[in-house]
């Protein structure tokens, strides 16, 4: 059981460049968050999703997409690079009912130069 | 506009201390308020909070929520150097989004 898995761990882009940072989870849980921290801050909500197919803008949306083709994976793409976007990205889930209790993946560091 | 707002920012005490945690939310179609707490990486869960009033206690490490001043307390007693971290407190609405305060540093100095 892996729990909430993120990857790349570590990335450099430049700016103008576009990526995907990948996030699964092998607990079928049906709600997936993606959140971002700047350093010495809290975690801004950047796209939820309750279900497959069916994603929300959080705080946070701008420069960003999101697309839940599937219960398991929840991958958050940028486009166009930006140094704004330089952060520490989070994705974490939760079951449906009961506690809001969200698991995390363990982050991943994203530099934009 | 929801917030949730987490004070102090900043915290240095040593150890043997109580300290307290605060946190208000302003946050419509509330549900409950979390508690978690983030060293090197990832937050990791403390407590969830639904009814005013009710303690939660874990070790040295309490919270208890007020939703007529909505907010929420978070006390540790006899701080260690590993309480070191930082806190973080999170509302949830019916949409299901979680926000997240700001985090509070604490620091427990030997």
């Known amino acids: 059981n892996a729990g909430v898995t993120q990857t790349p761990k570590f990335r450099i882009l430049k700016i103008g460049q576009s990526m995907t940072l990948q996030c699964a989870q092998d607990m079928n849980h049906n709600y997936m968050y993606w959140y971002r921290q700047d350093p010495g801050m809290g975690l801004k909500l950047i796209y939820y999703?309750?279900?497959?197919?069916?994603?929300d803008k959080g705080e946070v949306p701008n420069g960003y997409n999101v697309s839940r083709s599937t219960t398991e994976d929840f991958p958050l793409r940028l486009e166009l690079a930006a140094p704004s976007q330089t952060s520490v990205y989070f994705c974490?889930?939760?079951?449906?009912?009961?506690?809001?209790?969200?698991?995390f993946g363990a982050g991943s560091r994203l530099t934009v130069l | 506009e929801d917030k949730v707002v987490q004070s102090p920012l900043s915290l240095v005490v040593h150890e043997g201390d109580t300290v307290t945690l605060n946190c208000s939310y302003e946050?419509?179609?509330?549900?409950?308020l979390l508690w978690y707490k983030q060293e090197k990486k990832a937050p990791t869960f403390l407590f969830m909070l639904t009814s005013s009033g009710i303690e939660k206690k874990s070790g040295r490490l309490s919270s208890i929520l007020d939703k007529k001043e909505l907010s929420s307390i978070l006390n540790i007693t006899a701080t260690q150097t590993g309480d070191s971290a930082i806190y973080l407190c999170a509302s949830s609405r019916d949409n299901n989004d979680m926000r997240f305060g700001a985090g509070t540093r604490l620091t427990v100095k030997p």
């Open positions: 974490a889930s939760r079951v449906v009912s009961g506690a809001n209790v969200l698991t």
């Open positions: 946050v419509t179609n509330f549900r409950s």
């Open positions: 999703s309750v279900g497959a197919g069916i994603t």
